[in-house]
T-cell receptor
Framework: AQSVAQPEDQVNVAEGNPLTVKCTYSVSGNPYLFWYVQYPNRGLQFLLKYITGDNLVKGSYGFEAEFNKSQTSFHLKKPSALVSDSALYFCAVRDRRNQGGKLIFGQGTELSVKP | DSGVTQTPKHLITATGQRVTLRCSPRSGDLSVYWYQQSLDQGLQFLIQYYNGEERAKGNILERFSAQQFPDLHSELNLSSLELGDSALYFC????????????FGPGTRLTVT
């Protein structure tokens, strides 16, 4: 069965420190991979995606993610965290074999950045 | 602002009732998706329409139905509502199908009492 795992419910980081939010997936073949962020009482905002090519993907607000096929991971990173980065982060995958655009989401990771 | 609009923002209704949630996609987007977000189930894909036709179906209950109209807006109909249907319902849109990122609306919070 297709699935996405975000092993940490919460990540705490000090402002200015690097952050990593982990994601692993179980999907056959080479899936499309996405990261979204959700602020309180808001919809999800697209951050970045991996389709093909360079394993390091750069996205919005200084975030980047590294695709690792052998480890089936797609970890989200940022070199220097801001307090305003505090939010709920979702990793999602889409099976490339499907014609539809169904996204399978992880359970989310709450990122807390303290001053 | 993603450009995806959803109405209403909040909906409170009783068990057994029927409600309709409305979504307008971003200008130019042909695909519309519906997702349900709840504390116990997380974010679950319900259904996708592309240019008026159903393209993918997820864990959508038989009591739920959706459609996409010629002007590309979409409606999600929820009937015989149960307490467990209380959730945030998101609509998202994308230009096409292959690898496109989806842009999410602000959601409709449904409370069934």
């Amino acid at each position: 069965a297709q699935s996405v795992a975000q092993p940490e419910d919460q990540v705490n980081v000090a402002e200015g420190n690097p952050l990593t939010v982990k994601c692993t997936y179980s999907v056959s073949g080479n899936p499309y991979l996405f990261w979204y962020v959700q602020y309180p009482n808001r919809g999800l905002q697209f951050l970045l995606k991996y389709i093909t090519g360079d394993n390091l993907v750069k996205g919005s607000y200084g975030f980047e993610a590294e695709f690792n096929k052998s480890q089936t991971s797609f970890h989200l990173k940022k070199p220097s965290a801001l307090v305003s980065d505090s939010a709920l982060y979702f990793c999602a995958v889409r099976d490339r074999r499907n014609q539809g655009g169904k996204l399978i989401f992880g359970q989310g990771t709450e990122l807390s950045v303290k001053p | 602002d993603s450009g995806v609009t959803q109405t209403p923002k909040h909906l409170i209704t009783a068990t057994g009732q029927r409600v309709t949630l409305r979504c307008s996609p971003r200008s130019g987007d042909l695909s519309v998706y519906w997702y349900q977000q709840s504390l116990d189930q997380g974010l679950q894909f319900l259904i996708q329409y592309y240019n008026g036709e159903e393209r993918a179906k997820g864990n959508i209950l038989e009591r739920f139905s959706a459609q996409q109209f010629p002007d590309l807006h979409s409606e999600l109909n929820l009937s015989s509502l149960e307490l467990g249907d209380s959730a945030l319902y998101f609509c998202a849109s994308s230009v096409g199908l292959a690898g496109d990122e989806q842009y999410f609306g602000p959601g409709t919070r449904l409370t069934v009492t």
